[in-house]
Structures are given as structure tokens and as C-alpha cells.
């Protein structure tokens, strides 16, 4: 059983920037595509980026250009860098690892999730 710890989130205000962190307690290259998905206050829970195995991003289109998604399989790490944060990027931040589906942005395609971490963005 692998276990994922989110890191990183916080209180900023918009236009700031922060990075998340991801910790595997085992081989990241055992979980395939990893992912960061996020649930906003009444909101269902949605992707905002995946990166596969050997390093290709996905991006949602409401964070291309702003979030740099990265991964070191060597240190069991996924990372989500942002920037320009909007108050709209408010949410619970989720990492997801071991892609077992069909759908990248389908939050049941994934095996093993963090509890989440906190960002909030204020104006």
C-alpha cells in the first residue's frame, strides 16, 4: 500500500505564488501518471494537472500558463508550482497517483490519494 502526503498549501493573496508537494512512501515510478486535483467549497473535485510517468504534463485550461506540474521519480516526489494565483484557485489540493483508468480527469481512475492541503487565495 502506497501513501501520499500533500505539502505546501497556504494563505496567500492573488498574484502570489506557491509550490505544492507530493511524498510517495514508495517508487513514484511504480505509479504511472500522478495528479493534482483540487475541490472548491460546493464544488465537485476536478483536475488541474497530470504528468505521466516519464514527465509529460496535462493541464487543465484554467491553470495552463500559471501551474508548472513536475515529478522526481528518484525522491518519490510530485510537485505543482503556482503562479499568479486568483482567488479562484481556492481549494483543497489532492495529489492522486497510480493512473488505473481511461480517464485522466475521472478522480475514480486513480489508486491512491493524499488527505489534501489548503489554498487559499485572497484578492
Known amino acids: 500500500q502506497v501513501q501520499v502526503v500533500e505539502s505546501g498549501g497556504g494563505l496567500v493573496q492573488a498574484g502570489d505564488s506557491l509550490r505544492l508537494t507530493c511524498a510517495a512512501n514508495?517508487?513514484?515510478?511504480?505509479?504511472?501518471?500522478m495528479a493534482w486535483f483540487r475541490q472548491a467549497p460546493g464544488k465537485e473535485r476536478e483536475l488541474a494537472a497530470s504528468i505521466s510517468r516519464n514527465g509529460t504534463p496535462n493541464y487543465t485550461v484554467s491553470v495552463k500558463g500559471r501551474f508548472t506540474i513536475s515529478r522526481d521519480n528518484a525522491k518519490n516526489t510530485m510537485y505543482l508550482q503556482m503562479n499568479s494565483l486568483k482567488p479562484e484557485d481556492t481549494a483543497v489540493y489532492f495529489c492522486?497517483?497510480?493512473?488505473?483508468?481511461?480517464?485522466?480527469?475521472?478522480?475514480?481512475?486513480?489508486?491512491?490519494w493524499g488527505q489534501g492541503t489548503q489554498v487559499t487565495v485572497s484578492t
Open positions: 514508495g517508487p513514484t515510478n511504480s505509479l504511472y501518471t
Open positions: 492522486a497517483a497510480r493512473f488505473i483508468g481511461t480517464l485522466l480527469h475521472d478522480p475514480g481512475a486513480y489508486e491512491y
